[in-house]
């Protein structure tokens, strides 16, 4: 491609009349991209994220063993090597294999969260802030009564009376998580809930449930999505703690978490066993807090530290 | 606030008396529902999501007949509303039931663990906000300098990492190989017998009655630990003074300031440093309860026999008295640093005293 | 009448991602103890001129001059240290909203003290009395009571003669004042405005006055410097502002309005490049 071609395409995509809706979409997609890509580190945090999902979606591929079933005679607690490179499990499990399945589980737990827990907090949200008054004030109190709560702690309790798993653990942290999303959702819906352009629907005669729904609810999807971003290392970090509890997901399912918990039993001789796991939730939450950032600068300007 | 101060409040007295005491209200309000939820949400988690409460109190092994007395002395055959008003009457009361591991009453269990979870996460807070808050300062005062940038993946790995799989590894490494400190416990074995706790801190207590050898060992089982909790602390606390610090530093009094002439260092110590201080109040009674909360993963690794690792005991031997006693406990505990560090941001802050 | 300050070719650049941002682009003038205005839009370069010889330009900025020089002193030549104990002492400056310009959590009375200990070796009792003594010097009527109260306790105008109060306690011999009463109501503006006039002529001293308002500088100044993209359009004495020939001044000029004269369509400023060149 010529670069004249090239300079005739961003200035379409930078053009102060966009002709059509998308053309204006997509200029604000590409200052946002470029803005993001700027930001190195935010960039590695994409490329690890993006390794997360090929990942977890090619894990029959990359794993060279059963992620569940092991050789108990010949290879327990073997230490790394060029057979195992992260070695070996008590149960004689690769566990550069249960790791490379392990991510489909912290796929499962961050996503499954996310999709529970952000509709909600952006339903209350909005609700409080169209509807405003009484019913502004309840909702905004149980959200600030949740909030003043100690997550992990309430996760626990939840997850110890729904019977530990997986799902509860999901179930216990989408629980805990939906306030802070319900505020920022209520934040912006008063920033916008006076505006001409509601007034303009209303006198249209739009219902309320069709105000909040299309004309308020795409406003706070943006800063939604970096908050989500922003709490998906919480969340992890939230599951992998329950998981070393034994009251995430359970054996032999390889949930990183897990992991550790049963490697903690050898970790004075055999580190690696709970070594390699704990890596991993490292790298990829370090991902996703990169990621958040990155996006919180390039979305938000006004939220930017530099 | 000076003798001076105090008669310049005294002239708009009733206009501020008014207004502290709607605050105080308003206050209180926030108090008590938040406490009446926490309530809430325990009882519904012990009462209401188990479909039998009494197999999850005394488990499925339990005989017959103690399971129908449980039963009456729950009163699981009253209204649930009824239910919940004497759960909170007792909850009040400080009465939690029996654990079924212990058999102690709940709240006797938690009295004895209670001093050990302070400590640790006092010492992690102060060992957090020591170095986290001048770290905080250095990188907003040098920008974008190497220690910036310290500060920077120092909060970064903090957020994270799991604590307890760095907890694992430093066991590993300053326990296990380099024998730095001591195994996970509170005392060595030979001072279990010996020494007698008053107050349940023990590095206070050994102190206090001039025990040296046993505050030396108290040190080298909470040392490491309470780093971990520091670090975690610092990572929070540093990358928040950082922010906090740079929007001092630009604004308009500090261009003022050394118009007059001040050092950098007092510019940065007494003017910026002094404005942050009132967010920077939060933020540390914030990492303190967040420690609190975090006690249930780091003391299960060092064996801490906090509320946290009772919690956990618990949690292994079903035993839902225990686990929603130690989750009101710390709960409460929660709610009140948070309530409380509301509080002192408006006493610290002369600009809301006003009302 | 002694030269205070001398500025020779004084420029301001800030390097940026985008380029090179020339604020100030070889401004030249001297002062002695009088009162010298310096008028321009924003943008001109007026208060970066201000900030520059106060030696308070952003770290990442750059200054250089021919000659920048305070009563025989090399300012761009001084140690920091030097600077700054010049700052406050011998140069002070006044900045232009009192609101943002004290700090919020200390109390007025420690914010006058501050500046004087700075400088001065006095204790603690004969500081506060000084403090006091200039409270009453701005015209504050109970000095006691304000000596204790917070910045936004106060009024606007009550911040701005607190804020001279600081600025001057030091006995400094020349004052660049930054918009001084641009954030005021204005009916305080006068009050403000008397309270500096007298001060600036009790004590002797030279006056930077950097303003927006051609009016109010010519009124108020002994000499003008018009300001305009970094540059000195012209320099002419208060008294001749009328048969000023510059088109910019003449445009400034053209703006105010007058009783009496309608005014048809308004008149919008002329800018012309060349007069940046």
Same mark, same amino acid.
């Given at each position: 491609?010529?670069?004249?071609?090239?300079?005739?395409?961003?200035?379409?995509?930078?053009?102060?009349?966009?002709?059509?809706?998308?053309?204006?979409?997509?200029?604000?997609?590409?200052?946002?991209?470029?803005?993001?890509?700027?930001?190195?580190?935010?960039?590695?945090?994409?490329?690890?994220?993006?390794?997360?999902?090929?990942?977890?979606?090619?894990?029959?591929?990359?794993?060279?063993?059963?992620?569940?079933?092991?050789?108990?005679?010949?290879?327990?607690?073997?230490?790394?090597?060029?057979?195992?490179?992260?070695?070996?499990?008590?149960?004689?499990?690769?566990?550069?294999?249960?790791?490379?399945?392990?991510?489909?589980?912290?796929?499962?737990?961050?996503?499954?969260?996310?999709?529970?827990?952000?509709?909600?907090?952006?339903?209350?949200?909005?609700?409080?802030?169209?509807?405003?008054?009484?019913?502004?004030?309840?909702?905004?109190?149980?959200?600030?009564?949740?909030?003043?709560?100690?997550?992990?702690?309430?996760?626990?309790?939840?997850?110890?009376?729904?019977?530990?798993?997986?799902?509860?653990?999901?179930?216990?942290?989408?629980?805990?998580?939906?306030?802070?999303?319900?505020?920022?959702?209520?934040?912006?819906?008063?920033?916008?809930?006076?505006?001409?352009?509601?007034?303009?629907?209303?006198?249209?005669?739009?219902?309320?449930?069709?105000?909040?729904?299309?004309?308020?609810?795409?406003?706070?999807?943006?800063?939604?999505?970096?908050?989500?971003?922003?709490?998906?290392?919480?969340?992890?970090?939230?599951?992998?703690?329950?998981?070393?509890?034994?009251?995430?997901?359970?054996?032999?399912?390889?949930?990183?978490?897990?992991?550790?918990?049963?490697?903690?039993?050898?970790?004075?001789?055999?580190?690696?066993?709970?070594?390699?796991?704990?890596?991993?939730?490292?790298?990829?939450?370090?991902?996703?807090?990169?990621?958040?950032?990155?996006?919180?600068?390039?979305?938000?300007?006004?939220?930017?530290?530099? | 606030?000076?003798?001076?101060?105090?008669?310049?409040?005294?002239?708009?007295?009733?206009?501020?008396?008014?207004?502290?005491? #709607?605050? $105080? &209200?308003?206050? @209180?309000?926030?108090?008590?529902?938040?406490?009446? /939820?926490? +309530?809430?949400?325990?009882?519904?988690?012990?009462?209401?999501?188990?479909?039998?409460?009494?197999?999850?109190?005394?488990?499925?092994?339990?005989?017959?007949?103690?399971?129908?007395?449980?039963?009456?002395?729950?009163?699981?055959?009253?209204?649930?509303?009824?239910?919940?008003?004497?759960?909170?009457?007792?909850?009040?009361?400080?009465?939690?039931?029996?654990?079924?591991?212990?058999?102690?009453?709940?709240?006797?269990?938690?009295?004895?663990?209670?001093?050990?979870?302070?400590?640790?996460?006092?010492?992690?807070?102060?060992?957090? #906000?020591? $170095? &986290?808050?001048? @770290?905080?300062?250095?990188?907003?005062?040098?920008? /974008?300098? +190497?220690?910036?940038?310290?500060?920077?993946?120092?909060?970064?790995?903090?957020?994270?990492?799991?604590?307890?799989?760095?907890?694992?590894?430093?066991?590993?490494?300053?326990?296990?190989?380099?024998?730095?400190?001591?195994?996970?416990?509170?005392?060595?074995?030979?001072?279990?017998?010996?020494?007698?706790?008053?107050?349940?801190?023990?590095?206070?207590?050994?102190?206090?009655?001039?025990?040296?050898?046993?505050?030396?060992?108290?040190?080298?089982?909470?040392?490491?630990?309470?780093?971990?909790?520091?670090?975690?602390?610092?990572?929070?606390?540093?990358?928040?003074?950082?922010?906090?610090?740079?929007?001092?530093?630009?604004?308009?009094?500090?261009?003022?300031?050394?118009?007059?002439?001040?050092?950098?260092?007092?510019?940065?110590?007494?003017?910026?440093?002094?404005?942050?201080?009132?967010?920077?109040?939060?933020?540390?009674?914030?990492?303190?309860?967040?420690?609190?909360?975090?006690?249930?993963?780091?003391?299960?690794?060092?064996?801490?026999?906090?509320?946290?690792?009772?919690?956990?005991?618990?949690?292994?031997?079903?035993?839902?008295?225990?686990?929603?006693?130690?989750?009101?406990?710390?709960?409460?505990?929660?709610?009140?640093?948070?309530?409380?560090?509301?509080?002192?941001?408006?006493?610290?802050?002369?600009?809301?005293?006003?009302? | 009448?002694?030269?205070?300050?001398?500025?020779?070719?004084?420029?301001?650049?800030?390097?940026?991602?985008?380029?090179?941002?020339?604020?100030?682009?070889?401004?030249?003038?001297?002062?002695?103890?009088?009162?010298?205005?310096?008028?321009?839009?924003?943008?001109?370069?007026?208060?970066?001129?201000?900030?520059?010889?106060?030696?308070?330009?952003?770290?990442?900025?750059?200054?250089?001059?021919?000659?920048?020089?305070?009563?025989?002193?090399?300012?761009?030549?001084?140690?920091?240290?030097?600077?700054?104990?010049?700052?406050?002492?011998?140069?002070?400056?006044?900045?232009?909203?009192?609101?943002?310009?004290?700090?919020?959590?200390?109390?007025?009375?420690?914010?006058?003290?501050?500046?004087?200990?700075?400088?001065?070796?006095?204790?603690?009792?004969?500081?506060?009395?000084?403090?006091?003594?200039?409270?009453?010097?701005?015209?504050?009527?109970?000095?006691?009571?304000?000596?204790?109260?917070?910045?936004?306790?106060?009024?606007?105008?009550?911040?701005?003669?607190?804020?001279?109060?600081?600025?001057?306690?030091?006995?400094?011999?020349?004052?660049?004042?930054?918009?001084?009463?641009?954030?005021?109501?204005?009916?305080?503006?006068?009050?403000?405005?008397?309270?500096?006039?007298?001060?600036?002529?009790?004590?002797?001293?030279?006056?930077?006055?950097?303003?927006?308002?051609?009016?109010?500088?010519?009124?108020?100044?002994?000499?003008?410097?018009?300001?305009?993209?970094?540059?000195?359009?012209?320099?002419?004495?208060?008294?001749?502002?009328?048969?000023?020939?510059?088109?910019?001044?003449?445009?400034?000029?053209?703006?105010?309005?007058?009783?009496?004269?309608?005014?048809?369509?308004?008149?919008?400023?002329?800018?012309?490049?060349?007069?940046?060149?």
């Amino acid at each position: 491609m010529s670069a004249e071609a090239i300079q005739s395409r961003r200035d379409w995509l930078l053009s102060d009349r966009p002709a059509s809706r998308m053309q204006a979409r997509l200029g604000r997609a590409y200052v946002a991209w470029r803005r993001f890509s700027a930001n190195r580190l935010a960039f590695v945090g994409l490329l690890i994220i993006i390794g997360l999902l090929v990942v977890a979606a090619f894990a029959d591929v990359l794993a060279p063993y059963s992620p569940t079933i092991g050789d108990l005679k010949g290879s327990r607690l073997l230490a790394p090597s060029a057979a195992h490179w992260f070695g070996t499990d008590d149960l004689g499990r690769d566990i550069y294999s249960r790791i490379i399945y392990g991510s489909r589980w912290t796929l499962y737990v961050v996503i499954l969260v996310a999709i529970i827990a952000a509709p909600i907090g952006l339903l209350v949200g909005t609700v409080a802030g169209y509807a405003g008054g009484w019913t502004d004030a309840i909702l905004m109190r149980i959200t600030d009564i949740f909030l003043a709560f100690p997550k992990l702690i309430l996760a626990l309790a939840f997850v110890a009376a729904l019977g530990p798993g997986i799902e509860n653990a999901v179930l216990a942290i989408a629980i805990t998580s939906w306030p802070p999303y319900a505020r920022i959702a209520r934040a912006e819906t008063l920033t916008v809930r006076n505006s001409d352009y509601i007034k303009a629907v209303q006198l249209m005669g739009a219902s309320p449930f069709r105000i909040v729904l299309r004309h308020i609810m795409p406003l706070c999807i943006s800063s939604l999505i970096i908050r989500v971003t922003l709490d998906m290392a919480g969340i992890i970090l939230t599951a992998a703690g329950l998981g070393f509890l034994g009251l995430g997901a359970q054996p032999p399912l390889p949930e990183w978490g897990t992991m550790i918990a049963s490697g903690r039993r050898f970790v004075l001789d055999q580190w690696w066993v709970a070594g390699a796991p704990g890596f991993a939730i490292l790298i990829v939450s370090l991902g996703f807090n990169l990621l958040g950032d990155g996006l919180r600068d390039a979305l938000d300007p006004r939220s930017g530290e530099q | 606030m000076s003798a001076a101060e105090n008669q310049a409040a005294a002239g708009r007295g009733s206009a501020r008396a008014a207004a502290v005491a #709607s605050s $105080i &209200g308003r206050f @209180l309000v926030i108090a008590i529902t938040t406490y009446l /939820g926490l +309530l809430a949400v325990t009882f519904f988690i012990g009462r209401v999501i188990p479909i039998d409460p009494v197999l999850a109190v005394l488990g499925d092994r339990a005989p017959a007949n103690v399971i129908e007395r449980t039963r009456r002395e729950m009163g699981l055959d009253l209204p649930l509303i009824e239910q919940f008003y004497i759960y909170v009457k007792n909850a009040l009361n400080g009465d939690f039931g029996t654990s079924v591991l212990t058999t102690n009453p709940v709240m006797t269990d938690i009295r004895r663990a209670f001093p050990a979870t302070i400590e640790l996460a006092t010492l992690g807070t102060l060992i957090g #906000s020591v $170095i &986290g808050v001048p @770290l905080g300062v250095l990188a907003a005062v040098r920008r /974008g300098s +190497l220690i910036d940038q310290i500060v920077r993946i120092i909060g970064l790995i903090g957020y994270s990492v799991p604590i307890f799989w760095l907890g694992l590894l430093c066991l590993v490494l300053f326990y296990a190989k380099l024998q730095w400190v001591a195994f996970p416990a509170r005392l060595d074995v030979v001072y279990e017998y010996t020494f007698t706790p008053i107050t349940g801190f023990y590095l206070l207590d050994a102190a206090m009655q001039g025990q040296w050898d046993v505050f030396y060992d108290a040190f080298r089982h909470i040392i490491l630990p309470a780093s971990l909790l520091g670090y975690f602390s610092l990572a929070y606390i540093s990358r928040m003074t950082r922010s906090f610090m740079l929007n001092e530093l630009s604004q308009e009094y500090i261009v003022a300031a050394r118009a007059k002439g001040l050092s950098e260092q007092r510019i940065i110590w007494a003017h910026a440093l002094r404005n942050a201080a009132v967010p920077m109040v939060t933020v540390i009674a914030l990492s303190y309860a967040g420690l609190l909360e975090g006690s249930v993963l780091t003391e299960t690794v060092f064996s801490w026999p906090g509320i946290g690792l009772y919690i956990t005991n618990s949690l292994q031997n079903a035993d839902m008295n225990a686990v929603l006693g130690g989750t009101i406990v710390i709960g409460s505990v929660f709610i009140a640093i948070n309530l409380f560090s509301d509080l002192l941001y408006r006493v610290l802050d002369p600009r809301t005293k006003a009302g | 009448m002694s030269t205070l300050l001398e500025v020779d070719d004084l420029r301001v650049n800030f390097p940026t991602r985008t380029g090179l941002v020339q604020a100030v682009r070889g401004v030249s003038f001297s002062l002695g103890r009088e009162r010298l205005g310096i008028v321009g839009e924003s943008g001109s370069g007026k208060s970066q001129t201000g900030r520059a010889i106060m030696g308070l330009t952003p770290p990442q900025a750059e200054v250089k001059a021919k000659k920048l020089a305070f009563d025989g002193i090399d300012l761009l030549a001084a140690p920091a240290r030097q600077r700054r104990a010049l700052r406050g002492k011998r140069i002070a400056m006044i900045l232009q909203d009192p609101k943002y310009s004290l700090d919020p959590v200390m109390s007025i009375g420690r914010q006058i003290v501050e500046t004087l200990r700075t400088h001065e070796k006095v204790g603690k009792a004969e500081a506060r009395d000084r403090a006091l003594a200039m409270l009453e010097a701005v015209q504050i009527r109970d000095p006691a009571r304000v000596f204790d109260l917070h910045p936004h306790e106060v009024s606007g105008g009550m911040g701005q003669r607190a804020m001279i109060a600081m600025m001057l306690i030091a006995g400094p011999e020349m004052m660049i004042a930054d918009e001084p009463t641009s954030a005021l109501d204005v009916t305080v503006q006068l009050d403000v405005l008397g309270i500096l006039d007298k001060l600036v002529s009790e004590r002797g001293m030279g006056l930077i006055f950097i303003s927006h308002d051609l009016r109010l500088v010519s009124s108020f100044c002994d000499r003008v410097i018009v300001m305009y993209a970094g540059k000195v359009v012209e320099q002419l004495k208060a008294s001749e502002l009328r048969d000023a020939q510059h088109p910019y001044t003449r445009g400034l000029l053209n703006c105010m309005p007058r009783i009496g004269f309608e005014r048809h369509p308004l008149p919008v400023l002329d800018r012309k490049p060349e007069w940046a060149a």
